[in-house]
């Protein structure tokens, strides 16, 4: 019933642009804050960014700053990631996820948080 779906993956060169859409099923984004995540080969999964409900508040982690935005229609239900300037060590898997309000008023970068995950979109930022 619940459901949180990523697109908008693929391949793209080093300084290319991608939007990863989060779309939601089940419920609104009314009651959550939305986080995007990544996990590399090897890697630990990380936060990215994150959108508070509460007054629409930003987090970005240190090496997307300036590069990345997140956006999130309301109408559409759905949480965007535009990401610009693209590098190699961006590519990762990136999921969406969500947070509810009750647990804490702005949004934050750790895991645990997070209760509802999508399942995924690769991307790969390779020449």
């Known amino acids: 019933q619940v459901q949180l779906v990523e697109s908008g993956g693929g391949l793209v060169q080093p300084g290319g642009s991608l939007r990863l859409s989060c779309a939601a099923s089940?419920?609104?984004?009314?009651?959550?804050?939305v986080g995007w995540f990544r996990q590399a080969p090897g890697k630990e999964r990380e936060g990215v960014s994150c959108?508070?409900?509460?007054?629409?508040?930003?987090y970005y982690t240190d090496s997307v700053k300036g590069r990345f935005t997140i956006s999130k229609d309301n109408t559409k239900n759905t949480v965007y990631l535009q990401m610009n300037s693209l590098k190699p060590e961006d590519t990762a898997v990136y999921y969406c996820?969500?947070?509810?309000?009750?647990?804490?008023?702005?949004?934050?970068?750790?895991?645990?948080?997070?209760?509802?995950w999508g399942r995924g979109t690769q991307v790969t930022v390779s020449s």
């Open positions: 959108i508070s409900v509460s007054d629409g508040s930003t």
């Open positions: 089940g419920f609104t984004f009314d009651y959550y804050h």
């Open positions: 996820a969500t947070s509810p309000i009750y647990m804490r008023k702005y949004c934050s970068s750790i895991l645990s948080e997070y209760d509802y």
